[in-house]
């Protein structure tokens, strides 16, 4: 074991050169090394505060020693371990990750006062209070925010899991870690149910005990809350219905036609002009809509032969009648198109034909492989 000198650690932290500075670091961490536990109450005292009184002046290549020498040391005084906390990152780190003697007053003053690689490596503690959770999503950084959504130690309370949940419809990649958490309520993960996608919807169906009724509630309402409550308004029904009739009569409904009356905001018109040419239901038509992917309604539009540029244009449009809006981004407009191009004529021909017969929207497309 290096014996302890607290004179000749004093004189090394006063020079400058590149071999002192490397001396005292070879120093600190033989100090700190496993025979470390060798040193008397008294000695480590003074060790502690003779680095305190360096690590301000100290060299960079020293302070990391020093801070990962420190990062699992139960005993360090909070003084120091906050000092190098809030160092440069390159120091802070090990201390932000590992120590356990930063209480949470300090880790909230440095995520509010420090950088975002500060933050991000407070979301990766082993341990992350309520607190400490609450002062980084506030940051409102969604890199932040993700990282400590993926950290299974952090505890997040109920209050902040629903405000995320409703941050999740603008914020795509909040959406898979979210559904993960063991704080997510089954009626939160109902909620998200019309803003995931394909994939997370499945995953909502076969891990939360979601059954199929309970989507189709949730759909049935969120149709409503779309196109308005038309249960008692007959006649309003009735006359939209009444011009798809007729115009699927004279065989006037393309998908020029579809897309104007999207376009005009017509979205009851569009769900029954698709309904009568694809020939399935209204109500499941308007969950076409509603979904975030588009994939039945990319399914369905296959099988009327709407071309690439007339499927985008539906896309977008019913993207904007959803109650529940995501972010509007080129990429989800992209994946949508890729979805659409993908999927084979004849498979789309067969899927349309199983949802003439059968309720079950999600198996039909499960089952053939198409999602």
Known sequence: MTSFDSNYLLELARERSAAS????????????????????????????????RIV??????????????????????????????NDDIEVAYPILTESTVLQDASLIE??????????????????????????LVE???????????????????????EFLVEQSQRVDSFQEPILLRKELRPEMAKRMYLWVSAALRKYIVDNT?????????????????????????EANATKSEQLADELSKDGAVSPELMIRALQDGEVRLFVNLMSRSAKLRDEL??????????????????????????????????QKARPSKGKDSEQSVAAAIKFFR???????NEVVKRWRRDKNYLSALRDLDVI
């Open 139 to 161: 940051t409102g950084d969604e890199r932040v925010i993700k990282t400590l959504l993926q950290n299974e130690n952090a505890d997040i309370s109920n209050a902040t899991m």
């Open 209 to 233: 005990g979601i059954n199929l009724g309970d989507i189709d509630d949730l759909i049935e309402d969120a149709v409503f809350e779309t196109v308005g409550d038309q249960r008692g308004r």
């Open 21 to 52: 500075r490397s001396e005292l670091a070879a120093t600190v961490s033989d100090l700190f090394a496993g025979d470390g536990d060798q040193l008397t109450d008294r000695e480590r005292a003074l060790m502690f505060e003779i680095l305190h």
């Open 110 to 135: 440095i995520i509010r006062n420090r950088t975002l690689e500060h933050q991000m490596a407070v979301a990766i503690r082993h341990n992350v209070s309520e607190n400490v959770t609450d002062a």
């Open 285 to 318: 038509v308007m969950r076409f809509v509603l979904e975030p992917g588009g994939e039945g309604l990319a399914v369905a539009c296959k099988a009327l032969n709407l071309s690439d540029y007339e499927y985008q244009r539906v896309f977008s449009y019913c």
């Open 56 to 85: 301000k002046d100290a060299e960079m290549e020293v302070r990391k020693v020093i801070s990962s020498r420190l990062a699992d040391n139960k005993d360090a005084p909070s003084e120091l371990i906050e000092l190098l906390g």
């Open 342 to 348: 993908n999927v084979d004529k004849d498979s789309a």
